[in-house]
């Protein structure tokens, strides 16, 4: 994460659960490592926000917003849910139907996959334990009407910031997403431990 005792122009965000790992000059103790990130430029950077392009919104096979008007995906740690433009919301719903299994491997929420077309073969994908919560009640959709210059907004809240460990390259302006490693990672008297929503309770590191 640095080159000698130089730190990268970059921070990284690992959330797991109620907590978060905030790292400053590179990829930190929590940060997974099971695949190198995808990068993507920042799109619109005269907006001053951390977002990037989305080409489409699809679930399983199904397209459910090809985006021709143009999307594009803001970062929020503040939001809990997925944020997506309101015109979108009843075929995104109807789409991503999920049950809830009790028994061996078909234990838990399931459902098609969420994706969020990055191009180039890339998607960001949200399980439906993701997207539903893991008690698999209702989908955890935020309707967007943000007005005049939003339009295709998609707000990243914490469904994909807990799924995605993110660094942000503040000196290349891009940003790479890592899915995230399946394991507890301790930050202080906290372990990044659990599944549930909420607000996130950082630990903040420099490396």
């Known amino acids: 994460s640095t080159t000698g ?19 400053f000059g590179g990829p930190g103790a929590a940060f997974s490592r099971a695949s190198p990130p995808v990068w993507r430029d920042v799109a619109r950077v005269e907006d001053g926000y951390w ?13 459910v917003d090809h985006c021709e008007q143009g999307c594009r995906g803001i970062i929020d740690t503040g939001a809990a849910r997925l944020g997506v433009p309101a015109a979108t919301v009843p ?3 109807a789409a991503i139907t999920a049950t809830m299994g009790t028994t061996g491997s078909g234990a838990g929420c399931s459902g098609p996959d969420l994706q969020l077309d990055l ?3 890339e998607a960001l994908k949200l399980r439906a334990a993701d997207y539903y919560g893991p008690s698999c009640n209702s ?7 943000l007005g005049e210059g939003f339009e295709g907004v998609i707000v990243l809240g914490l469904s994909v910031l807990r799924r995605y460990d993110t660094i942000f390259d503040w000196g290349a302006l891009r940003v790479g997403f890592a899915l995230n490693a399946p394991r507890a990672v301790r930050l202080g008297s906290g372990a990044l431990l659990g599944d549930e929503g909420g607000a996130l309770t950082p630990s903040v590191t420099f490396v």
Not at 5 to 23: I, N, Y
Not at 139 to 145: A, E, K, V, Y
């Open 5 to 23: 005792d130089r730190l990268q122009p970059q921070f990284t965000l690992a959330a797991r659960g109620p907590w978060a790992e905030l790292t």
């Open 51 to 63: 977002q990037v392009r989305i080409h489409s919104i699809r679930v399983g096979n199904i397209t």
């Open 91 to 93: 075929k995104l719903s």
């Open 119 to 121: 191009g180039a073969g």
């Open 139 to 145: 989908p955890r959709l935020t309707p967007l009407n």
